[in-house]
């Protein structure tokens, strides 16, 4: 019932057409990994997916870095993870390349207080308890908050849990802050009251995240990894045009009130782009952020885990659009 939804829903607003040439059907599923409410749910909004579900095999996460486990373990060929995830996977040795990028608006991760938390900013949170999981874009958003005020990574105490754990901690008190990203801090911020004391786009962080595929699936399933980008920054591209048919379909299927919704589009406006120079020194930007910090400690060029030759089947997706 939710999926004939998610297709009447994209029918009000125009289904996108892909006028592309077949890809030969594989002998196997290609793996997608996905996070909750993520690349699936605005494909399928955009029809985009009707004539390849059948080649999917998806798989759904609570966070990246059970994400980038599953690539590392050959669970998946390929999923879409945040920069700061992409990063330490890479940095650990991990097989991957990231073969898209997209890029969002800054204000939806965030570091969040409670509406009745006396702190105003960052500068209260000083010795205070933070809940992010460990290797997420939220963790990144600290580090570079910490950096920001020239503080040591001991300033604060870090918590590291998982999203359903994290939101039980700042929801109860047992930590007093919570970084984190969309849909949790639009879910936050409209349904509890939260405040966001920074975000990264105040600090001028790049808002990256990465399609990252196994080195051995870009070789053996490059068809099938071009089709699926160009299909997923065609989604992309339809969900920006239509936010609030999109607002909709998207929190029908994932039970959120949509206003929730409606926030979290309006201000990410998410786009799939190539990679191009422009990426790859904000990818440099994180890695240095990192190296500093001391969690990566082995030299990592952003131009040798960031494979350019796909960008023509984004730019074929975004003019599809």
Known sequence: MLQRRTFLAAGTAGLLTLAAPRILRAETPLRVGDQRGNARAVMQAAGVLKEIEH?????????????????????????????????????????????????????????????????????????????????SIGHQLI?????????????????????????????????????????????????????????????????????????????????????????????????????????NTWAGLMNIPEPVAQRWFERARTRVVPIDDAVVRDEQWNIDLYTRAKLVRRPVKAADILDRSFNDAIQAGLKAS
């Open 143 to 247: 580090l570079a908050a910490l950096e920001h005020a020239g503080w040591p990574q001991d300033a604060v105490e870090f918590v590291f849990l998982l999203p359903s754990d994290a939101k039980a901690a700042y929801s109860s008190g047992a930590v007093e802050a919570w970084s984190t990203w969309e849909p949790y801090v639009s879910q936050e911020e409209v349904l509890a009251g939260s405040r966001a004391v920074v975000d990264s786009g105040a600090l001028k962080m790049a808002r990256l995240s990465f399609q990252a595929a196994r080195e051995d699936a870009i070789k053996a399933r490059r068809p099938e990894l071009a089709d699926f980008v160009r299909r997923l920054a065609a989604a992309r591209a339809w969900a920006n045009d239509n936010i609030p048919s999109y607002a």
């Open 55 to 135: 080649r999917i095999t998806w798989s759904e996460f609570p966070a990246a870095a059970p994400l980038v486990e599953a690539l590392n373990a050959d669970a998946i060929d390929t999923g879409l993870v945040g920069d700061a995830p992409f990063t330490f996977g890479a940095a650990a040795g991990v097989p991957i390349k990231a073969i898209a990028a997209t890029r969002e608006g800054g204000e939806g991760l965030a570091i969040l207080v409670p509406k009745n938390s006396p702190a105003q900013s960052f500068a209260d949170l000083r010795g205070k308890r933070i809940a992010t999981g460990r290797g």
